[in-house]
């Protein structure tokens, strides 16, 4: 069973993701990408899909044209566990 990371645990992994922002209120970290127009962010959203298939992870996004906001946050643990941490790096490294 999945379990929301601690707070020492935060502490050392966050700044390891300096391009996402903690929501408290969501208790996810989030990310808002710009792309050139929608046909780049649909093959981003695409490409991040199949990410999230193969982690059996998968985000809170919305997209407006070119812009695609990502949410990371553990449903089956209430908030943030190590799941969101690697899709997040999984993300950044495409
Ligand atoms: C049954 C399936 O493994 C679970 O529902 C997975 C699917 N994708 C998921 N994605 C996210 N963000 N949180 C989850 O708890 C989760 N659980």
């Known amino acids: 069973m999945v379990k929301k990371l601690s707070d020492d645990a935060r502490a050392a992994l966050l700044p390891g993701l300096p391009a996402w922002t903690l929501d408290a209120a969501r208790d996810g970290i989030a990310r808002s ?5 929608f046909v780049e962010a649909f093959g981003f959203m695409s490409r991040v899909a199949l990410l999230a298939e193969k982690a059996d992870h998968h ?4 997209n407006v044209w070119n812009r695609v906001d990502i949410l990371l946050t553990t449903h089956d643990a209430g908030g943030l566990s190590q799941r969101d941490i690697d899709l ?4 950044d490294a495409l």
Request: glycine share 0%; no cysteine.
């Open 33 to 37: 990408f710009r792309f050139k127009d």
């Open 88 to 91: 997040a790096k999984a993300i």
């Open 59 to 62: 985000p809170e996004w919305s």
